[in-house]
Each structure stands twice: as structure tokens, then as C-alpha cells.
Nanobody, 121 residues
């Protein structure tokens, strides 16, 4: 079994910052891409940022310039730091990872349970 567990959400004032963390655990042989998605009420889930195993990153236009995604391959963790937060950043943020479980030969898509981020004064 593979689990992704997020932490770091909460209530943040506009203009503030946050750091979300996600740790993958369980029977893991390897992890390829890791990413953060978010889903606001009434909207589809959207990609916020992704990072390859080699460290190449990709950001949604809405967060470019005020977000940084990073990972620690040895610890199977991925972080998302966001600055200059806006009310429209309010959403449930989900960690995502393509994982090869031990004993299998292909990558599988895993998701965390989500963490709420609310940007409000």
C-alpha cells in the first residue's frame, strides 16, 4: 500500500504565505513526477505545480512567480510554498505522485486526502 499525507493547510490572510508538505510512504520502489493540484468549490481540479524526479518544474499561470515546488527524493516528500496569497487561492490542495510500488513494474497514480487552504481576512 502507498499513502500520500499532506500537511500545512489552514487559514491565511491575503498577501500571506504558506507551505504545504506531502510525504509518500508505504511499499515504494520509486517515484516519478510529483505534483500539487487544487480544487475550489464548484470548479474542476487543476494543476498548481509539478516536479520531475530530476527537479524540472512546471507551474500554473495563476501561481507562477509566487510559488515554489520542491522535493526530497530520499525522503519521498514534496513541498509547495506560496506567497502573496489571494482569496482565489482558496481551495482543497491535493498531493499527487506517480509511484512504482514494490513488486510491480509500472507507475501508478496516487493522491493524498487533501488539505484545505482558505485565504481570507
Amino acid at each position: 500500500q502507498v499513502q500520500l499525507v499532506e500537511s500545512g493547510g489552514g487559514l491565511v490572510q491575503p498577501g500571506g504565505s504558506l507551505r504545504l508538505s506531502c510525504k509518500a510512504s508505504g511499499s515504494i520502489f520509486g517515484i516519478n513526477d510529483m505534483a500539487w493540484y487544487r480544487q475550489a468549490p464548484g470548479k474542476q481540479r487543476e494543476l498548481v505545480a509539478s516536479i520531475t524526479r530530476g527537479g524540472s518544474t512546471n507551474y500554473a499561470d495563476s501561481v507562477t512567480g509566487r510559488s515554489t515546488i520542491s522535493r526530497d527524493n530520499a525522503k519521498n516528500t514534496v513541498d509547495l510554498r506560496m506567497n502573496s496569497l489571494k482569496p482565489e487561492d482558496t481551495a482543497v490542495y491535493y498531493c499527487n505522485a506517480y509511484v512504482i510500488p514494490h513488486g510491480l513494474l509500472d507507475y501508478y497514480d496516487y493522491w493524498g486526502q487533501g488539505t484545505q487552504v482558505t485565504v481570507s481576512s
